[in-house]
């Protein structure tokens, strides 16, 4: 090849490969990610784990705390449904104190087990992971809870239950509940099977959860509510 030609030849294969190049740098193949991105990316998955981390703080604060939750009229664990619509009448018969304690001595049960959530919150907030983060972010008020609730309640549910009856056991829940429906002068045959743990194990649940929504509203709207640095970084923008 002579040194013209070999001269034209490299003219045009870099007019060839240096776009190609170029495109390269801008661009990453499909399927990955800049090393920029990705840093933002963890950014937000540390940013959620710390959000979830500050409401778990604070819900169990909340909640297991005497009266957090029989104190607490959203939360506050009441009557059975199956038992609620005769409530009046229990009360009508003499059983009003009865009653009182009974449903006290469920939200102490409740208080009790949510005192001890804060090691299993925080084993399952170590699962977010940087798929899900972005989608939380801009999700509704409360779409970490949801999430968090969705890949957690079985395995919380399974925590709590021997919690549960031991605080149950401890003040009398299930003893009491088998008293009011055994002087029932009418009856109640669909409550002699209602298994109490898990009615209380269900509620501690759901009141744990309806107040961490609260706090990530309170950490998504409320600057005050950002208290490091991540959630100022993550929430602020």
Known sequence: MTRTRRALFVAVLM?????AWADAQLWPPLGGASREATRSDSRIALGLREALRVGADNAVARTGRLDGFFRNEAIRILMPERLRRLEGGLRAFGYGDAVDEFILAMNRAAERAASSAKPIFLDAIRSITIEDAR????????????????????ALAEAFRPIVQEATNE?????????????????????????????????????????LGEEERAIRRDPAARITAILREIFGR
């Open 15 to 19: 007019c060839l490969l240096v776009p």
């Open 171 to 211: 003040f009398g829940v299930t003893r009491q509940y088998k008293a009011l429906v055994g002087s029932l002068p009418f009856g109640l045959a669909d409550g002699q099977g209602l298994d109490i743990d898990d009615y209380v194990v269900g509620k501690t649940l759901d009141g744990l959860f309806y107040v």
């Open 135 to 154: 989608g939380i972010l801009t999700g509704g008020d409360t779409a970490a809870t949801e999430y968090f609730r969705g890949r957690t309640e079985s």
